[in-house]
T-cell receptor, first 114, second 113 residues
Framework: KAGVTQTPRYLIKTRGQQVTLSCSPI?????VSWYQQTPGQGLQFLFE???????NKGNFPGRFSGRQFSNSRSEMNVSTLELGDSALYLC?????????????FGPGTRLTVL | LAKTTQPISMDSYEGQEVNITCSHN???????ITWYQQFPSQGPRFIIQ???TKVTNEVASLFIPADRKSSTLSLPRVSLSDTAVYYC??????????????FGQGTTLQVKP
């Protein structure tokens, strides 16, 4: 079974631009969570989607948003990019029955904001 | 959720057994202990999960004492490829806090030849 895939793997943007990242979960998984990883803050939870609905949200500003499609694929959008948004963005998929499912992570998208 | 504390770094040599201990003094009845491994510029990889006593899989063993205030991840006969960051997490079941894993600083394991 194919793992979680994320595209693109690397991205360079400039301040003020916006960016969209994509995540394809493992087949059959309906939950997709997004995380930001930086050297200073570590791994931080952004939000989780299940059945096209945001089910949980972390403490990030409204510039960070996401959505999920009917095939469970998810996108994350960051608007008005700031230098501090440079990070590894990870998505994880799970079966989605509840908060007990093992999360399987993708390889991440490395975003650099100049 | 229970806060976890684990050593920032550990060194070992190839072929040795490595034990990484995590403390979670405020663990609750509904909490499970999960360990993830992460290599640089990759996503974390699930290693093992347990509730109490001992759990073993093809990769590692997890020992949890009766009071569950700590847990120990045991990696048998490590190799250079086991050099990574290891995260101990406490996951609460039934709280409705879906999809959210709380990662601490992790333990950077360096395996030397």
């Amino acid at each position: 079974k194919a793992g979680v895939t994320q595209t693109p793997r690397y991205l360079i943007k400039t301040r003020g631009q916006q960016v969209t990242l994509s995540c394809s979960p493992i087949s059959g998984h309906r939950s997709v969570s997004w995380y930001q990883q930086t050297p200073g803050q570590g791994l931080q939870f952004l939000f989780e989607y299940f059945s096209e609905t945001q089910r949980n949200k972390g403490n990030f500003p409204g510039r960070f948003s996401g959505r999920q499609f009917s095939n469970s694929r998810s996108e994350m959008n960051v608007s008005t990019l700031e230098l501090g948004d440079s990070a590894l963005y990870l998505c994880a998929s799970a079966l989605g029955g509840g908060n007990t499912d093992t999360q399987y992570f993708g390889p991440g998208t490395r975003l650099t904001v100049l | 959720l229970a806060k976890t504390t684990q050593p920032i770094s550990m060194d070992s040599y190839e072929g040795q057994e490595v034990n990484i201990t995590c403390s979670h003094n405020n663990i609750a009845t509904n909490d499970y202990i999960t360990w993830y491994q992460q290599f640089p510029s990759q996503g974390p990889r699930f290693i093992i999960q347990g509730y109490k006593t001992k759990v073993t899989n093809e990769v590692a063993s997890l020992f949890i004492p009766a009071d569950r205030k700590s847990s120990t991840l045991s990696l048998p006969r490590v190799s250079l490829s086991d050099t990574a960051v290891y995260y101990c997490l406490v996951e609460r079941r039934g709280s409705g806090n879906t999809g959210k894993l709380i990662f601490g600083q992790g333990t950077t394991l360096q395996v030397k030849p």
